[in-house]
């Protein structure tokens, strides 16, 4: 598969499927954490630590989907 690969989603808002950068991993952490504390998903039950999440999400290939702002 050949990324990034953009769309458009059903309400035409452009979108973008990629790699996760550097840089997106503390946001994409603290939306995980948001969930984890909701208990809604996920098999942990505390917030994780950055190195925790590192070894839990980046471990292997990881993936973001961005909004692209027209």
Known sequence: MDLPIYRQTKSII???????Q????ETVRTLLNEVVQEGW??????PLTAAAFEGYWLKGD???VR???P
Not at 22 to 25: M, N, S
Not at 41 to 46: I, L, R
Request: net charge negative; aromatic share 8%.
């Open 67 to 69: 909004r692209i702002e």
């Open 62 to 64: 990881a993936f973001v």
């Open 22 to 25: 550097p840089q997106e991993a």
């Open 41 to 46: 998903s996920y098999p942990q039950s505390e």
């Open 14 to 20: 452009t979108v973008c499927l990629d790699v996760i």
